[in-house]
């Protein structure tokens, strides 16, 4: 017993306070969003760290990779695993909301009424795919880097530092050597603010549940309802399986036993960026190589949303019911799919609102009028707490896929 309150003290600690959080917002209702600044603290500490922890995580761990072979080896592993797990993601999100009428009738009528309230339309500048993917990948001062608005193009920044740095041989080792200091600093920082993480965590709770139930319709509930059932299922079955594919009995095991906290954080903070040094720490403490750890999560924060993904499907089945679009077709149902898995990709990973730019993808590929904006909105805001979870948790299991491909079937032993 004194064994498994020193493994896990921390956990439990965590745990507490998201289950008195929600009780305090259960009870307290509206009021509850007093403690809001407290969860907005911890958040706001998370998300400072982000910048410098995804810059040194990801160019000391691609410095450090000597052999060139290896570190393509990992890469193309990764970019295999997300793509190969977003669409499962997407198909079951598909198979899960197409034979649940999300919106009925009645409901509907309500919820379309709300569109003809004097909804102003903004004027969306016209830009075409190969802009908006220069956009996304670069900005055009050093200064937009140290923004989460533009973790894209940091990530495509920092390969390209860590690749440079290898470049230049014993002339750039003094620079990584300054650059690997800095990451030991920049993790002990992170340990500081995860001190206050059960208080901020509570306390963001709270106030989130607190305010939950006062903007949810009937369609709305009906659609976190089945969300919330699908995500549990693939956040408890999905990923046992990519653990038992990645090192068998053993890897589930590991798995589980390390996923917690980030799972916590998540269900928390609803950011995935923010839960990226949590995170990080229990991929490695999964067995994951620290070069594959270090690589894996800040790429899959942008790249990889297993709940993203399926939130996208849900978001566009239910303007289909709600509009009675047809779906009767291959093409029809192959447009769903691939409008999900592109918007997907312009989710950046702050909490509730990083999404508007995917949504405005999804009215603007499928043909639904920009005044129903607001619905996706809410949507989003109801299922974001699940879908963070299996955003982050998902790049656990990912990069145990990984480390499976890049080191072989023995390499937990390693």
């Not at 720490?281 to 790249?303: H, M, N, R, Y």
Request: proline share 3%; aromatic share 8%; glycine share 8%.
């Amino acid at each position: 017993m004194k064994k498994f309150l020193s493994n896990y003290k921390s956990t439990i600690i965590l745990l507490v306070a998201i289950i008195v959080g929600s009780i305090v917002g259960i009870i307290f209702k509206e009021k509850a969003t007093v403690l809001s600044p407290l969860g907005d603290l911890f958040l706001n500490l998370l998300l400072v760290i982000v910048i410098p922890l995804i810059f040194l995580n990801i160019t000391t761990a691609i410095s450090k990779m000597k052999q060139p072979k290896r570190l393509g080896k990992i890469l193309i592993s990764i970019i295999l695993v997300f793509l190969v797990t977003s669409i499962i993601a997407v198909l079951i999100g598909f198979a899960s909301s197409y034979f649940v009428k999300l919106v009925d009738e009645k409901d509907g009528e309500l919820i379309k009424a709300t569109l003809e309230e004097d909804i102003e339309e903004e004027e969306t500048e016209e830009i075409s795919i190969a802009q908006r993917t220069v956009n996304l990948l670069t900005v055009n001062d050093f200064s937009k880097l140290l923004s989460k608005d533009n973790i894209i193009a940091l990530l495509v920044f920092s390969v390209m530092v860590g690749i440079a740095i290898n470049m230049s041989g014993e002339k750039g080792e003094p620079f990584r050597k300054v650059l690997e200091s800095a990451n030991v600093v920049v993790d002990n920082i992170v340990k500081i603010i995860m001190y206050y993480a059960p208080i901020g965590l509570g306390c963001y709770m709270a106030s989130f549940i607190g305010t939950f139930g006062s903007t949810i319709a009937v369609g709305y509930l009906k659609t976190f309802l089945v969300y919330l059932v699908v995500s549990i299922l693939f956040y408890c079955v999905i990923y046992s399986i990519y653990a038992f594919i990645a090192a068998g009995k053993r890897g589930v095991i590991a798995f589980w036993k390390n996923i917690i906290p980030a799972t916590l954080t998540a269900l928390g903070t609803c950011s995935s960026a923010a839960c990226i040094p949590v995170n990080t720490e229990s991929v490695k403490k999964i067995g994951v190589p620290d070069d594959i750890a270090e690589t894996t999560v800040p790429l899959g924060t942008s790249f990889h949303k297993d709940g993203s993904v399926i939130g996208s499907v849900f978001k566009i089945m239910f303007l289909v019911g709600l509009f009675g679009t047809s779906l009767a077709t291959a093409g029809e149902i192959f447009g769903v799919l691939g409008v999900a898995l592109i918007a997907n990709l312009l989710i950046t990973a702050v909490p509730i609102g990083g999404g508007t730019i995917s949504e405005m993808l999804i009215l603007t590929m499928m043909g639904y009028p920009v005044s129903a904006l607001p619905i996706l909105t809410i949507i989003a805001a109801i299922i974001d707490a699940p879908a963070t979870v299996l955003n982050v948790v998902g790049d656990d299991a990912s990069s145990m896929l990984v480390a499976r491909i890049v080191d072989g079937k023995e390499w937990m032993n390693e």
